[in-house]
């Protein structure tokens, strides 16, 4: 018999480890990527390779000479941070500004903080909002989406997103109408064939890495919901009121980053809301956010900045807002 | 199906002794019975050293209102009265009785036969229950007489018998549903007869269908009584859970199950009510299961009080090479042992032996605020955030955030993704804020 | 260009002369009149504020002695341990009170059951805290009393004068740190640290074992534990010895450093500190020194 342990109860534990959760993310981010490669071309995987490595090796840096514990690469969440990154910048992006995004999210955004699970902000955003703000004209001349195997050899074409476009449109005074016919059909938007960065253009693709994610457990639904509802029904609104000033929902949800930001960026769980009460506040603050900007911001696409705002907010959400507690409200169901 | 709402995760079930039959474990040459087995104050010796005691005699008594009175388990000599190890290495006063022999006491029925007419009257069974020593058996052994005893102005309705047996591995209740069943629905009935209900609610987890049917079949003919299969999810053996599970009332947040009109009791304990009230003997021995993937023989045993775990564990072929760990109760909440030669106590319902390997706690990582805690907590609870308070010492701010709500069910622990141990930090930090409001008490 | 840098200056002083005025009604409003004297004992003080007083800071303290010297014209029972009696007088003389010397005192550590002494009998897997070991189990050397060995004494001190030696498991006190603040104290469990004199020429005697356990039971763990056998109590010529509950305690106020108890111990559970070495007799050959003189801390 060997020396007995000691330690508390439970003696047993579940399989869940950090490394599947956040590998769960990655699997999921498989559809998005491939429609990026697809679109993109050799493009897509030298923005996603460089992204990835710069941020592994950010991190690997940070953690063995300033922080010096012990090296964490392998859990995946840098993996994440690269991959999101890489999926939120146009696919012609200059390999320095990839690497000065990285430090960006890494170093400030993540390892200034603590590292894994201490950083209030979605690093990946972080790093993003800061290209956008430091680098706008390189951040919003799109590639135009050109199919891996097309004969087309139109190479350094670039061009708005369909919300730049829509943007531009109304602010020079013309109609929703008249707009949407300069645009790609609704069925090129879902499937991706627009202008965009990396990964946000295929709303379908990221749609079937949320639901994996949801099936899995490793995201709740309330984020995702309450985010895709209040963008539905306030441009709804919007759109009911006036369809020659605003323009209609499904326009909202299968362009710019939103399905992106729905199931990858808002559902972070490091700098979202822990209760289901608060994830669901936390949603809508988002959706809400978002339309604002989108309708009547100065930048074309809001989802960044919304969900960075709302993890601002999230520990004051996570202390308004708590689970229901057992016991809490005396209900007496007396036959 | 029905389940309780909030929290709860799944384990491994692991219930590898299930087939097993109850068998008698042989009588050990010595055993040590603790004072203090119950919830509550400990009892007080009547015997001293060199006292002839036989099997069933009264030989502590609980004097305190929550205690109980501890009888004989053998027949012998009291070699001395001492402080021993208990389970956690501590020196806990307790009686040594060296066997000689197994005689009883005369006036306990040792019959098989069924006794179905209650003639006891409420009192009467109160009584028996409180001098014959019957505490719960499913664990934190909290003395049945006190549970019997409605205070004023609360009125039972619901008698709720506990068969869930939900921690992984054990299966000492569910053997006892299978082979007791007659007997223990007879106790279900004094039971009522002393709380003056007429309904008892008996929960099982669908993973026993064999006790589940069994009991259903027999319950028809016994008025009042209703078999209800329960979805599997711990910590449904809980109190408060298998309430809101079985009536969906929810026990308001610091009270007792009589708030809301409901009384627990596991099925063992309905089974030695049984024997004490008519067959009058006390409770001296019961039913532990020794499991563990290594063990050659899993098995359930009828043992008597403060016979050596490391005996039973050599009735079941001994310890195996690679034991690292030796946990008295099942994995989620029984108490890892210092040593093997503990003694079973009241509330000892399984003895579970693992190897190196599963004795090992997962290395602990950053918490990634995933919230898994939060969602599987069945009190509703926020695990991440009491332990911290616990470990920044803010312990008026867990109190708040209802850190005594907790049942230390170990759901939280279970699920982490990153390792932490949340539940003893938890546990730290109840006992701390336990000494603060036990201070304002005092003030 | 020239009104807007007018209009510029006279609203932005216009703001700013609206809010001093603000500021000036609310700081009016929520004075709260504090004896002056509060803080110039603040002042006096270390500013550690790491509790050894009793009170959770500094500034407490001071409130605490100037409402004393209010109300009862003393300071009695207030004391800092960390400034020692410079640092009280001071206080006095702010309060314009006369203060009693008070002796120097030490942390000591009472417990040798190193890795060696009380080898390991269980493996412990959890927080390295403790106070939450005590309540789980008794220890890895099956000592209830022993120490633990999870540092929460190093983790409540502020003044670096203690570290956790890896080689016996056991924590170490740097005499020339403490400070005698107490906040070891209150965080061991298990009542293992005790305040004591510092001692003519910081020479200390104590028996370093609280284990109230029979002596075959506390021989039983480790080898260094004190058996309660009277040895020590029947040597001492001075009273300071008592024997209660199996365990032997030296009452520093009575000792007198003689040295002999040391000497009869038969398990070496007194400790002398900072003593000149021993002439050494042939008579006890085995017995090892117990403390290196050449430094100044405690070595166990």
Same mark, same amino acid.
């Given at each position: 018999?060997?020396?007995?342990?000691?330690?508390?109860?439970?003696?047993?534990?579940?399989?869940? +480890?950090?490394?599947?959760?956040?590998?769960?993310?990655?699997?999921?981010?498989?559809?998005?990527?491939?429609?990026?490669?697809?679109?993109?071309?050799?493009?897509?995987?030298?923005?996603?390779?460089?992204?990835?490595?710069?941020?592994?090796?950010?991190?690997?840096?940070?953690?063995?000479?300033?922080?010096?514990?012990?090296?964490?690469?392998?859990?995946?969440?840098?993996?994440?941070?690269?991959?999101?990154?890489?999926?939120?910048?146009?696919?012609?992006?200059?390999?320095?500004?990839?690497?000065?995004?990285?430090?960006?999210?890494?170093?400030?955004?993540?390892?200034?903080?603590?590292?894994?699970?201490?950083?209030?902000?979605?690093?990946?955003?972080?790093? #993003?909002?800061?290209?956008?703000?430091?680098?706008?004209?390189?951040?919003?001349?799109?590639?135009?989406?050109?199919?891996?195997?097309?004969?087309?050899?139109?190479?350094?074409?670039?061009?708005?997103?369909?919300?730049?476009?829509?943007?531009?449109?109304?602010?020079?005074?013309?109609?929703?109408?008249?707009?949407?016919?300069?645009?790609?059909?609704?069925?090129?938007?879902?499937?991706?064939?627009?202008?965009?960065?990396?990964?946000?253009?295929?709303?379908?693709?990221?749609?079937?890495?949320?639901?994996?994610?949801?099936?899995?457990?490793?995201?709740?639904?309330?984020?995702?919901?309450?985010?895709?509802?209040?963008?539905?029904?306030?441009?709804?609104?919007?759109?009911?009121?006036?369809?020659?000033?605003?323009?209609?929902?499904?326009?909202?949800?299968?362009?710019?980053?939103?399905?992106?930001?729905?199931?990858?960026?808002?559902?972070?769980?490091?700098?979202?809301?822990?209760?289901?009460?608060?994830?669901?506040?936390?949603?809508? %603050?988002?959706?809400?956010?978002?339309?604002?900007?989108?309708?009547?911001?100065?930048?074309?696409?809001?989802? $960044?900045?919304?969900?960075?705002?709302? *993890?601002?907010?999230?520990?004051?959400?996570?202390?308004?807002?708590?689970?229901?507690?057992?016991?809490?409200?005396?209900?007496?169901?007396?036959? | 199906?029905?389940?309780?709402?909030?929290?709860?995760?799944?384990?491994?079930?692991?219930?590898? !002794?299930?087939?097993?039959?109850?068998?008698?474990?042989?009588?050990?040459?010595?055993?040590?019975?603790?004072?203090?087995?119950?919830?509550?104050?400990?009892?007080?010796?009547?015997?001293?050293?060199?006292?002839?005691?036989?099997?069933?005699?009264?030989?502590?008594?609980?004097?305190?209102?929550?205690?109980?009175?501890?009888?004989? +388990?053998?027949?012998?000599?009291?070699?001395?009265?001492?402080?021993?190890?208990?389970?956690?290495?501590?020196?806990?006063?307790?009686?040594?009785?060296?066997?000689?022999?197994?005689?009883?006491?005369?006036?306990?029925?040792?019959?098989?036969?069924?006794?179905?007419?209650?003639?006891?009257?409420?009192?009467?069974?109160?009584?028996?229950?409180?001098?014959?020593?019957?505490?719960?058996?499913?664990?934190?052994?909290?003395?049945?007489?006190?549970?019997?005893?409605?205070?004023?102005?609360?009125?039972?309705?619901?008698?709720?018998?506990?068969?869930?047996?939900?921690?992984?591995?054990?299966?000492?209740?569910?053997?006892?549903?299978?082979?007791?069943?007659?007997?223990?629905?007879?106790?279900?009935?004094?039971? /009522?007869?002393?709380?003056?209900?007429?309904?008892?609610?008996?929960?099982?987890?669908?993973?026993?269908?064999?006790?589940?049917?069994?009991?259903?079949?027999?319950?028809?003919?016994? =008025?009042?009584?209703?078999?209800?299969?329960?979805?599997?999810?711990?910590?449904?053996?809980?109190?408060?859970?298998?309430?809101?599970?079985?009536?969906?009332?929810?026990?308001?947040?610091?009270?007792?199950?009589?708030?809301?009109?409901?009384?627990?009791?596991?099925?063992?304990?309905?089974?030695?009510?049984?024997?004490?009230?008519?067959?009058?003997?006390?409770?001296?021995?019961?039913?532990?299961?020794?499991?563990?993937?290594?063990?050659?023989?899993?098995?359930?045993?009828?043992?008597?009080?403060?016979?050596?775990? $490391?005996?039973?564990?050599?009735?079941?072929?001994?310890?195996?090479?690679?034991?690292?760990?030796?946990?008295?109760?099942?994995? /989620?909440?029984?108490?890892?042992?210092?040593?093997?030669?503990?003694?079973?106590?009241?509330?000892? $319902?399984?003895?579970?032996?693992?190897?190196?390997?599963? +004795?090992?706690?997962?290395?602990?990582?950053?918490?990634?605020?995933?919230?898994?805690?939060?969602?599987?907590?069945?009190?509703?609870?926020?695990?991440?955030?009491?332990?911290?308070?616990?470990?920044?010492?803010?312990?008026?701010?867990?109190?708040?955030?209802?850190? /005594?709500?907790?049942?230390?069910?170990? !759901?939280?622990?279970?699920?982490?993704?990153?390792?932490?141990?949340?539940?003893?930090?938890?546990?730290?930090?109840?006992?701390?804020?336990?000494?603060?409001?036990? *201070?304002?008490?005092?003030? | 260009?020239?009104?807007?840098?007018?209009?510029?200056?006279?609203?932005?002083?216009?703001?700013?002369?609206?809010?001093?005025?603000?500021?000036?009604?609310?700081?009016?409003?929520?004075?709260?009149?504090?004896?002056?004297?509060?803080?110039?004992?603040?002042?006096?003080?270390?500013?550690?504020?790491?509790?050894?007083?009793?009170?959770?800071?500094? #500034? *407490?303290? +001071?409130?605490?002695?100037?409402?004393?010297?209010?109300?009862?014209?003393?300071?009695?029972?207030?004391?800092?341990?960390?400034?020692?009696?410079?640092?009280?007088?001071?206080?006095?003389?702010?309060?314009?009170?006369?203060? =009693?010397?008070?002796?120097? /005192?030490?942390?000591?550590?009472?417990?040798?059951?190193?890795?060696?002494?009380?080898?390991?009998?269980?493996?412990?897997?959890?927080?390295?805290?403790?106070?939450?070991?005590?309540?789980?189990?008794?220890?890895?050397?099956?000592?209830?009393?022993?120490?633990?060995?999870?540092?929460?004494?190093?983790?409540?001190?502020?003044?670096?004068?203690?570290?956790?030696?890896?080689?016996?498991?056991?924590?170490?006190?740097?005499?020339?740190?403490?400070?005698?603040?107490?906040?070891?104290?209150?965080?061991?469990?298990?009542?293992?640290? =005790?305040?004591?004199?510092?001692?003519?020429?910081?020479?200390?005697?104590?028996?370093?074992?609280?284990?109230?356990?029979?002596? %075959?039971?506390?021989?039983?763990?480790?080898?260094?534990?004190?058996?309660?056998?009277?040895?020590?109590?029947?040597?001492?010529?001075?009273?300071?010895?008592?024997?209660?509950?199996?365990?032997?305690?030296?009452?520093?106020?009575?000792?007198?450093?003689?040295?002999?108890?040391?000497?009869?111990?038969?398990?070496?559970?007194?400790?002398?500190?900072?003593?000149?070495?021993?002439?050494?007799?042939?008579?006890?050959?085995?017995?090892?020194?117990?403390?290196?003189?050449?430094?100044?801390?405690?070595?166990?």
């Amino acid at each position: 018999m060997n020396l007995l342990t000691v330690s508390g109860s439970p003696h047993v534990h579940g399989d869940n +480890s950090v490394k599947k959760v956040m590998y769960g993310v990655v699997y999921a981010l498989i559809p998005a990527m491939l429609i990026s490669i697809y679109f993109f071309g050799f493009d897509a995987v030298r923005v996603l390779l460089i992204s990835v490595a710069a941020c592994l090796l950010f991190e690997w840096l940070i953690q063995k000479y300033l922080i010096k514990g012990p090296a964490t690469i392998n859990d995946g969440s840098a993996l994440i941070t690269g991959i999101l990154l890489a999926f939120n910048v146009p696919s012609n992006l200059p390999i320095w500004i990839i690497i000065v995004g990285a430090f960006v999210a890494i170093g400030i955004a993540k390892m200034s903080f603590g590292g894994l699970g201490k950083n209030p902000f979605n690093p990946a955003l972080v790093g #993003r909002v800061f290209l956008l703000i430091s680098f706008p004209v390189q951040m919003t001349s799109w590639p135009i989406a050109k199919p891996l195997f097309s004969s087309v050899v139109t190479d350094a074409i670039t061009g708005p997103t369909p919300l730049g476009i829509l943007k531009d449109g109304l602010r020079s005074g013309e109609k929703v109408s008249d707009i949407i016919t300069q645009l790609p059909s609704y069925l090129q938007q879902l499937v991706g064939d627009m202008g965009g960065s990396l990964g946000e253009v295929s709303a379908i693709a990221l749609l079937i890495g949320g639901l994996y994610l949801l099936i899995r457990k490793i995201i709740t639904w309330q984020i995702p919901v309450a985010y895709l509802g209040s963008v539905i029904i306030f441009t709804g609104i919007l759109w009911l009121v006036n369809p020659e000033q605003f323009v209609n929902p499904l326009f909202h949800l299968i362009t710019g980053g939103l399905m992106l930001g729905v199931f990858f960026m808002a559902t972070d769980m490091v700098s979202s809301p822990m209760s289901s009460k608060g994830q669901i506040i936390f949603g809508l %603050g988002c959706g809400i956010i978002t339309v604002v900007i989108r309708i009547w911001g100065a930048y074309p696409e809001g989802v $960044s900045f919304a969900i960075l705002i709302m *993890n601002a907010l999230t520990p004051l959400i996570n202390n308004s807002f708590k689970p229901k507690r057992f016991g809490e409200v005396v209900k007496i169901d007396h036959k | 199906m029905k389940t309780f709402k909030l929290g709860g995760v799944h384990p491994a079930e692991n219930k590898i !002794s299930e087939n097993k039959a109850i068998e008698v474990l042989p009588i050990p040459k010595q055993v040590q019975i603790p004072l203090g087995q119950n919830l509550g104050a400990p009892s007080v010796p009547i015997v001293k050293k060199g006292d002839e005691v036989k099997t069933g005699q009264l030989i502590a008594k609980g004097e305190a209102f929550i205690s109980s009175n501890i009888h004989s +388990s053998v027949s012998g000599k009291v070699l001395k009265i001492d402080n021993v190890n208990d389970q956690s290495g501590y020196k806990r006063p307790a009686i040594v009785i060296n066997v000689a022999g197994d005689e009883w006491e005369e006036n306990i029925d040792r019959t098989d036969t069924l006794k179905k007419n209650i003639t006891a009257s409420k009192n009467e069974i109160i009584k028996k229950v409180h001098e014959l020593g019957i505490v719960g058996l499913g664990g934190a052994a909290f003395p049945s007489h006190v549970k019997l005893m409605v205070p004023k102005g609360k009125k039972a309705e619901v008698l709720i018998i506990n068969g869930v047996e939900c921690e992984p591995y054990l299966t000492a209740d569910h053997r006892v549903m299978l082979e007791k069943a007659n007997e223990l629905l007879v106790g279900t009935k004094i039971l /009522m007869k002393a709380l003056g209900v007429n309904k008892a609610l008996i929960g099982i987890e669908n993973n026993k269908p064999d006790a589940i049917e069994h009991l259903s079949k027999l319950s028809k003919e016994y =008025e009042g009584i209703e078999v209800h299969p329960l979805k599997v999810k711990y910590p449904q053996g809980g109190e408060k859970q298998l309430i809101k599970a079985l009536t969906n009332r929810e026990v308001p947040s610091g009270t007792l199950p009589i708030e809301v009109g409901c009384v627990v009791q596991n099925v063992g304990t309905a089974l030695a009510v049984y024997e004490a009230v008519q067959k009058n003997k006390p409770l001296f021995e019961r039913v532990v299961t020794i499991t563990g993937k290594a063990i050659k023989n899993p098995s359930n045993f009828l043992v008597r009080i403060g016979t050596p775990i $490391s005996e039973l564990i050599e009735a079941c072929g001994g310890i195996p090479d690679k034991t690292s760990k030796i946990i008295g109760g099942g994995p /989620m909440m029984g108490k890892s042992l210092v040593t093997p030669d503990a003694p079973i106590v009241k509330g000892s $319902s399984g003895v579970l032996l693992f190897d190196e390997k599963e +004795s090992k706690r997962v290395e602990e990582k950053a918490c990634i605020r995933c919230a898994s805690c939060i969602k599987v907590c069945p009190m509703g609870l926020e695990p991440v955030l009491i332990s911290q308070l616990t470990k920044l010492e803010m312990y008026e701010e867990a109190e708040k955030n209802n850190i /005594m709500d907790c049942i230390e069910c170990g !759901s939280c622990q279970y699920t982490c993704p990153s390792g932490k141990p949340l539940l003893d930090y938890i546990r730290l930090g109840k006992f701390k804020v336990g000494q603060i409001i036990r *201070n304002r008490g005092k003030n | 260009m020239n009104d807007v840098i007018i209009f510029a200056v006279i609203s932005l002083s216009g703001i700013g002369f609206a809010a001093a005025v603000i500021l000036y009604f609310v700081a009016q409003k929520f004075k709260v009149i504090e004896d002056p004297k509060i803080d110039e004992v603040e002042e006096a003080l270390p500013a550690a504020n790491c509790g050894g007083c009793g009170y959770p800071g500094c #500034r *407490n303290f +001071s409130e605490a002695c100037v409402k004393k010297a209010n109300n009862d014209k003393n300071i009695e029972g207030l004391n800092c341990p960390v400034g020692g009696n410079e640092v009280m007088s001071k206080v006095a003389s702010i309060l314009g009170l006369e203060v =009693e010397a008070q002796e120097p /005192m030490v942390a000591v550590l009472r417990c040798s059951g190193s890795k060696k002494n009380a080898p390991k009998k269980v493996e412990y897997d959890g927080p390295m805290t403790c106070a939450f070991a005590h309540n789980l189990y008794q220890g890895e050397s099956a000592c209830p009393y022993g120490c633990l060995g999870l540092g929460d004494c190093v983790e409540a001190c502020n003044f670096n004068a203690m570290y956790m030696d890896e080689e016996t498991g056991l924590p170490v006190i740097i005499e020339d740190n403490c400070v005698a603040c107490g906040a070891c104290v209150e965080a061991c469990p298990r009542d293992i640290i =005790e305040l004591r004199n510092v001692g003519k020429k910081s020479k200390r005697i104590f028996v370093s074992c609280v284990n109230e356990e029979k002596g %075959g039971v506390a021989r039983k763990n480790c080898s260094v534990a004190c058996i309660g056998c009277g040895k020590c109590f029947q040597v001492c010529k001075f009273d300071a010895i008592t024997i209660e509950n199996n365990l032997a305690y030296i009452d520093y106020e009575k000792c007198k450093l003689c040295r002999k108890c040391v000497e009869v111990c038969p398990t070496n559970a007194i400790h002398e500190l900072n003593f000149p070495p021993r002439k050494i007799k042939p008579v006890e050959p085995e017995k090892p020194a117990k403390i290196k003189e050449t430094e100044n801390k405690q070595q166990v």
